[in-house]
C-alpha cells in the first residue's frame, strides 16, 4: 500500500482565512482524492484530482470554495477559501491500491484536523 | 439512491466478549465492499474487500463476510486494542462510482 502524509496535521483558523492542505504520496499516481469527515458523519467526496487536468468536484463543492492543485503524480494540494466554523472537519487525502480501477480500494493519508473558530 | 447503513452506532464489550457489527448496504450493484479501520485522530486503515455473496476474509481476530444486502464484521475474543472506529464502504455500479460511506461502529473494548 502507498504511504500517505498530511501538512499540517491539525490547525486552528479564523473565520474568513484559507488554509492549504498538502498532500504528498510516496509512488506515482494518476488519482487522488479528497475527503471531507465531519464530527459524527461519514466520510464524504470533495473531489477528485487527476494530474494534469482540472478536479472533478461532486455536488456542493465548488472550485472557488475548495481549490485543488494537483502539480504532479506524488502531491497535491487542497485549500479550503473564506473558512466559517462550518468548515471545521478532517481533511483526508486518498489514493486507489496500485493497479485497481479509480475508485476500488483507497488508502488513506492521516489527515488534517481543521477548527475554524 | 446508493445508501449504507451501520449499526450499531457504538458498542461496548469486555475482553474476550465476540461480537459482530452490521453493515447493510442498497446499490443498483455491487462491485465491491470496503471495511475500514480508523482510530481516534487518524485517517481510515484499510482492512478487507469483499466482492461476493458469500465470500469471507480473516484477519487475526477480525472476519468480514457478505450477503446480498449487508456485511457483518466478526469480532473474536477482541482485545483493547481492537477499540476503534470501524467503518463500512461500497463500490457501487454501474459505471466508475464514487465509493459511499457508512457513519461507522464505535467499538470500546473494556479489558
Known amino acids: 500500500s502507498a504511504v500517505i502524509s498530511q501538512k499540517p496535521s491539525r490547525d486552528i483558523c479564523q473565520r474568513g482565512t484559507s488554509l492549504t492542505i498538502q498532500c504528498q504520496v510516496d509512488?506515482?499516481?494518476?488519482?487522488m482524492f479528497w475527503y471531507r469527515q465531519q464530527p459524527g458523519q461519514s466520510l464524504t467526496l470533495i473531489a477528485t484530482a487527476n494530474q494534469g487536468s482540472e478536479a472533478t468536484y461532486e455536488s456542493g463543492f465548488v472550485i472557488d470554495k475548495f481549490p485543488i492543485s494537483r502539480p504532479n503524480l506524488t502531491f497535491s494540494t487542497l485549500t479550503v477559501s473564506n473558512m466559517s466554523p462550518e468548515d471545521s472537519s478532517i481533511y483526508l487525502c486518498?489514493?486507489?491500491?496500485?493497479?485497481?480501477?479509480?475508485?476500488?480500494?483507497?488508502?488513506f493519508g492521516p489527515g488534517t484536523r481543521l477548527t475554524v473558530l | 439512491e446508493d445508501q449504507v447503513t451501520q449499526s450499531p452506532e457504538a458498542l461496548r464489550l469486555q475482553e474476550g466478549e465476540s461480537s459482530s457489527l452490521n453493515c447493510s448496504y442498497t446499490?443498483?450493484?455491487?462491485?465491491?465492499l470496503f471495511w475500514y479501520r480508523q482510530d481516534p485522530g487518524k485517517g481510515p486503515e484499510f482492512l478487507f474487500t469483499l466482492y461476493s455473496a458469500g465470500e469471507e476474509k480473516e484477519k487475526e481476530r477480525l472476519k468480514a463476510t457478505l450477503t446480498k444486502k449487508e456485511s457483518f464484521l466478526h469480532i473474536t475474543a477482541p482485545k483493547p486494542e481492537d477499540s476503534a472506529t470501524y467503518l463500512c464502504a461500497v463500490h457501487p455500479f454501474p459505471g466508475f462510482q464514487k465509493l459511499v460511506f457508512g457513519t461507522g461502529t464505535r467499538l470500546l473494548v473494556s479489558p
Open positions: 446499490v443498483s450493484g455491487l462491485r465491491g
Open positions: 486518498s489514493v486507489p491500491r496500485r493497479g485497481t480501477d479509480s475508485y476500488n480500494e483507497q488508502f
Open positions: 509512488s506515482q499516481v494518476t488519482m
